[in-house]
């Protein structure tokens, strides 16, 4: 299981954003040449929080991650919002989200991270 902290610009506005993901080996993932480490995505969760306070949770059940032996990877994953608090108490809907990043220490799983996030937001 891995934590993740970083901030996040979008159409709600600015937010920090935390997730825990936790993927597993696998061999059922297909990646290009020079990727050779394949991972499946178990289960992750996040939690966007904005400068008023209101919060969008995430979970997401399905994704992959393609690796180097030194590194590199990206992936993506997909999702559900599960509402949230403020104005995302019933916030609904699906996204996708493509990353990639380098693995400073894999010991400590601190890495860095950059991606995009895709989807819609509705309300029940």
Known sequence: MSLTTGTAQGTFGNSTITIT???TPTDAVTCPVGFP???ALVYSAAVLTFPDQSQLFGI?????????EGGQY????????????????????DFVSK????YLEPNL???????TVEGTVGRK
């Open 21 to 23: 993901t936790e993927f």
């Open 60 to 68: 997401s059940q399905t994704g992959w991650i393609c690796a180097t």
């Open 37 to 39: 480490l394949k991972y």
């Open 74 to 93: 990206y992936g993506e994953v997909s999702g559900a919002y599960v509402g949230g608090t403020g104005r995302f108490q019933t916030a609904t809907g």
């Open 109 to 115: 799983d601190f890495r860095t991270i950059r991606g």
């Open 99 to 102: 990353f990639d990043g380098q």
